[in-house]
């Protein structure tokens, strides 16, 4: 067996990739953080939408957090059953 690369780790730490799958997983953050935090407001004072409808407008971002869960447990159910491979599920998130 080959041994490890003591430098690997300090590689990938300075790589070009890792800095830009840092920076754009910052940046989705702190759009889903943003539009969280402000939407509510904006559409109170902007859209005029009153404090008790701001629950339908809540409607998209419960699907969504729903529908990841579920295509989750799918993704794992394919994988653990043979009927699709871990890289395609991989490919496909």
Sequence with gaps: PRKADPRLPWALLLSPS???ICA???????????LSYFLP???????GLSQGRL????LP????AAA??????????AVA????P???VRCAA
């Design 24 to 34: 754009a997983h910052f940046a989705q953050n702190w759009a889903n953080y943003t």
């Design 55 to 58: 629950s339908v407008a809540a």
């Design 86 to 88: 871990v890289l395609a």
């Design 18 to 20: 890792l800095a830009a």
């Design 41 to 47: 407001s904006y559409l109170v004072s902007t859209a």
């Design 68 to 77: 990841g869960v579920a295509f989750g447990q799918a993704a794992d159910w």
């Design 81 to 84: 059953r043979g009927h699709c």
């Design 61 to 64: 971002l419960a699907a969504n």
